[in-house]
């Protein structure tokens, strides 16, 4: 069947309450905050001289915005800690993290394998020593064959000419 010019929203259609449901206090609507909080100031317990005490220390530790509104029981909330000038140690030394020493241990390691380096007794300067020796002495091997070679050329000109 045709709904019409006019499609009905998907979030459901508005429920009234009839006048015997609101008698009966069983409505579906509900209860606004302000309902909430007039039924509260309604039912005023006795308060003992004890309790009185209690209630205006809770009251002064109540904490700002929604803090006090809100009780947060986080394990993992981690509560600021602030130490007063007096308080601080200056001889104590702060530990390091896991992180932080094992970082300090890589770079002290890789700076004395460095100076291992720069010194020739790692197994790897030995081996960088010797492919620089054998470099070298080809290269020399390799100018005195030139050098060679030009005197030879140079003689056979010089034999050709006379």
């Known amino acids: 069947m045709g709904r019409g010019k006019y499609k009905s929203k998907p979030t459901g ?3 009234f309450s009839t006048p015997e449901d609101m ?3 069983t409505s579906n609507r ?11 100031e309604e ?8 309790e009185s005490v209690e209630e205006s220390e809770e009251e002064a530790t109540k904490s700002k915005g929604t803090q006090g509104i809100i009780e947060i029981e986080n394990p993992n909330l981690v509560k600021p800690k602030s130490l007063k000038a007096r308080d601080v140690d200056v001889g104590k030394t702060t530990e390091l993290s896991r992180r932080e020493r094992e970082e300090l241990e890589k770079q002290r390691a890789h700076e004395r394998y460095m100076r291992l380096q720069e010194q020739g007794k790692t197994e790897q300067a030995k081996k960088d020593l010797e492919r620089l020796a054998l470099i070298r002495q080809q290269r020399a091997e390799a100018a005195k064959k030139r050098e060679e070679e030009k ?8 034999e050709a000419r006379k």
């Not at 509900?30 to 509260?40: S, V």
């Not at 039912?43 to 004890?50: G, K």
């Not at 005197?151 to 010089?158: G, L, M, P, V």
């Open 13 to 15: 259609r508005r429920q």
């Open 23 to 25: 008698l009966a206090g």
């Open 30 to 40: 509900p209860r606004t905050f302000r309902q909430k909080e007039a039924e509260h």
């Open 43 to 50: 039912e005023p317990e006795e308060v003992s001289e004890d």
């Open 151 to 158: 005197a030879a050329k140079e003689q056979k000109k010089a």
